[in-house]
């Protein structure tokens, strides 16, 4: 037997604005609250599907930046250049971690400032 991811749990400042990001970005919705906390996922599934769900929970303290554990984003509809100019104009920016600029990935950030890459491999959605 083994485990499998179920959630992702990511601390924010403001639930409501990461999860209309982040919304956005994966195409997930509002799937539930706990107090300020915003649980969001797939579409027509939730939590114990086979993608993991995202909380976005209310900290006081968020820590921004290079997480020691950050989030790859792969495109499923369209190549990496137009995704990229969709996660732009949603609200992420580019993210300098020291790459070359010979990666074939973007380093860009959340509202917030948490880093994630935007992989060039599209897949299925």
């Given at each position: 037997m083994a485990c499998r991811i179920t959630e992702l749990i990511l601390d924010c400042a403001d639930p409501v604005r990461m999860a209309?990001?982040?919304c956005e970005v994966l195409g997930y919705v509002?799937?539930?609250?706990?107090?300020?906390?915003?649980?969001?996922?797939?579409?027509?599934?939730?939590?114990?599907?086979?993608?993991?769900?995202?909380i976005l929970s209310r900290s006081?303290?968020?820590k921004p930046g290079k997480l020691p554990l950050h989030?790859?984003?792969?495109?499923?509809?369209?190549?990496?250049?137009?995704?990229l100019e969709r996660?732009?104009?949603a609200g992420a920016r580019p993210a300098d971690v020291g790459q070359t600029?010979?990666?074939?990935?973007?380093?860009?950030?959340?509202?917030?400032?948490?880093?994630f890459c935007l992989l060039r491999a599209r897949v299925d959605p």
């Open positions: 209309a990001f982040w509002e799937i539930g609250k706990d107090g300020d906390d915003i649980e969001i996922g797939p579409p027509g599934v939730g939590f114990g599907g086979p993608q993991p769900t995202l006081d303290d968020p989030l790859d984003v792969n495109p499923t509809d369209r190549d990496q250049d137009a995704e996660l732009l104009a600029g010979e990666e074939s990935w973007h380093v860009l950030a959340d509202p917030e400032g948490n880093v």
